[in-house]
């Protein structure tokens, strides 16, 4: 399966057996979590319990992710030994397996630097693993940056900074990670702690150069942990399939899955009173809200559906004839073209002798932001000309890649055949 691998394994490796009385889940159990966990887990608190030999998949983490280790090591490195300039990161691309992708770990890991040194954290923690229990939960994270700061008043201000490599999302979606990382730097300093001590996360977005800020006091951190074993406390019959079914080591087996396909079959077979007329909203707001999820998960599916059959009439030699005197045929277009961050990085500093800060605007490549660039560096009347064999270069040298054309399957007689 694309999105991970799957496998047959006992029982989760953040999960710790203890001796207790059975029940409906199979055991008692004490959940060991991390702040990226989070979302899935008050979602559908299912994923977090397994039965025993029930098959999970787990995720595979790609080239991003990868990248992304790299730049958050290199950082690491930067703050434990107080460097002002970058070290030769090829070690560290090497070490995540990715080294083809050392410029665009060399940029991103510039900007790094270039906002540590705007933002100076003198004795900060540099990835320093913290702990916490809240009730059967051991939450446990590593945050990038965590400096203690005190005020003249006495008070103390805490800044977290977790560095995020992929492109900017809304900061909202990472509230429970990062109220995760607030409470776990308030239970490891209850000695600074007051009323108005204040918490303050900072996402520095490195591909978009672009800072996310979010607060808390003490009192909501509390109120947070306190709420959060009920939040992800599972009954063992209740399912709530939903856009966290994509990270779910348990979604291959899933029976509330399932009967939600189902159910999705029934409310989506009769519209009427769901889909906006006239530019009227529906009657009912929140079914509607909740026929959109069904429709895009029974959409997951049906593309599932028509992947395998592409697959299947792939192996077949390109056709299936029916019965009905119709056939079965692949279908196809052209894949988009797009460049690869690290090689066109790499070129452009070659062809033009480009500084790092230079280069800074290309780490989220564009490929019209390419043409344009390409484009003014051209002598009158030869723009179009040097984007052409510019770019027909980069294809030539794997810099520009064609994705993989897009393929389906229809069915038609066989005189359109």
């Known amino acids: 399966m694309a999105r991970g691998v799957l496998c047959r394994v006992p029982v989760a490796q953040e999960i710790e057996i203890l001796e207790g009385v059975q029940t409906d889940i199979a055991r008692a159990i004490t959940l060991k979590l991390r702040p990226s966990e989070l979302d899935r887990a ?9 039965r025993e ?50 410029e665009e770990i060399r940029i991103l890991s510039h900007i790094g630097l270039k906002w540590m040194n705007e933002h100076p954290a003198t004795d900060a923690a540099v990835e320093t693993l913290l702990r916490a229990t809240l009730g059967e939960i051991e939450l446990r994270g590593t945050a990038d940056r965590i400096t203690w700061v005190q005020q003249a008043s006495g008070r103390w201000t805490c800044y977290i ?13 990472a509230r429970q990670q990062m109220t995760a990382y607030g409470y776990l730097a308030f239970d490891s300093a209850l000695d600074r702690i007051s009323p108005d001590t204040l918490f303050i996360i ?5 591909r978009d150069q672009e800072v996310s800020v979010l607060m808390f006091t003490p009192a909501e951190l509390v109120e947070w942990a306190q709420d959060l074993p009920r939040r992800v406390a599972w009954d063992g019959q209740t399912y709530t399939p939903g856009d966290a079914c994509r990270w779910c080591p348990r979604v291959a087996e899933c ?14 077979s009769d519209t009427t009173e769901l889909v906006p007329y006239e530019g009227q909203l529906p009657a009912d707001p929140t079914a509607w809200g909740r026929a959109i999820q069904q429709a895009r998960l029974l959409k997951g599916l049906i593309d599932d559906f028509l992947k395998a059959s592409v697959t299947a009439v792939e192996v077949a030699g390109g056709e299936v004839a029916l019965p009905t005197g ?16 690290a090689t066109t990085i790499q070129r452009l500093r070659a ?67």
Not at 42 to 50: E, H, R, V, W
Not at 58 to 84: F, K, M, N, P, W
Not at 202 to 206: A, G, K, M, V
């Open 255 to 268: 029976p509330g899955r399932a009967r939600l396909y189902r159910a999705s079959i029934e409310a989506l």
């Open 326 to 341: 119709q056939k079965i045929i692949l279908k196809s277009r052209a894949g988009s073209a797009s460049l690869d961050p």
């Open 42 to 50: 008050i979602a559908c608190p299912a994923s977090l319990y397994p």
């Open 202 to 206: 900072r996402l520095p977005w490195l």
């Open 161 to 173: 900074d977790d560095y995020k490599t992929g492109q900017k999302s809304d900061a909202g979606l």
């Open 351 to 417: 062809m033009w002798g480009l500084s790092d800060e230079e280069l800074v605007q290309f780490v989220s490549v564009k490929k019209t932001g390419v043409e344009k660039f390409i484009g003014a560096h051209a002598e009158r009347g030869e723009k179009g000309k040097l984007i052409e064999a510019t770019l027909a270069q980069f294809e030539e040298d794997g810099i520009l890649k064609r994705g993989a054309p897009a393929r389906w399957v229809d069915i038609v007689s066989s005189e359109e055949a």
């Open 53 to 102: 030999d029930e098959i999970l998949i787990r995720s595979e983490s790609g080239d991003a992710a990868a990248v992304g280790s790299a730049v958050h090591a290199v950082l690491a490195h930067v703050a434990r030994e107080r460097l002002t300039q970058l070290p030769d990161v090829e070690p560290f691309a090497i070490a995540e397996d990715v080294p083809d992708k050392e």
